[in-house]
């Protein structure tokens, strides 16, 4: 049941622990503040500025992978309007083109 409760990159983390590595509650604390909390894997606004969209990528993967890239940038605080921005930049140049005369407000609105 508790697995079906996580969301986005909690999700990923979780189902891509090793078998048996989680005994007890407190063992999965532990893992999770090792994961999420260590700062090892701590990502900046440059991160987010050199993402693009790849070839093969649908405009809401492109914006989940933005989103997960965000949700590691602890100390970075952007408003809405500015991570659309952000999306918005990384986009393929012939889907930038087809919105470029939209203003933008968030992400929901590009996706």
Not at 18 to 32: G, M
Not at 37 to 44: A, L, T, Y
Request: net charge neutral.
């Amino acid at each position: 049941m508790f697995s079906s409760s996580l969301s986005g990159s909690a999700f990923t983390w979780f189902i891509s622990l090793p078998p048996n590595s989680v005994i007890t509650w407190a063992d999965l604390e532990k893992q999770f503040q090792k994961y999420f909390f260590s700062r090892v894997h701590e990502k900046n606004i440059t991160d987010l500025v050199r993402l693009r969209q790849r070839n093969d990528e649908s405009v809401e993967s492109f914006v989940q992978r933005l989103r997960d890239v965000k949700n590691k940038c602890y100390s970075l605080v952007l408003d809405d309007w500015q991570l659309a921005d952000l999306a918005f930049q990384g986009l393929l140049p012939h889907i930038k083109d087809k919105y470029a005369s939209q203003e933008l407000k968030s992400l929901s609105h590009l996706v």
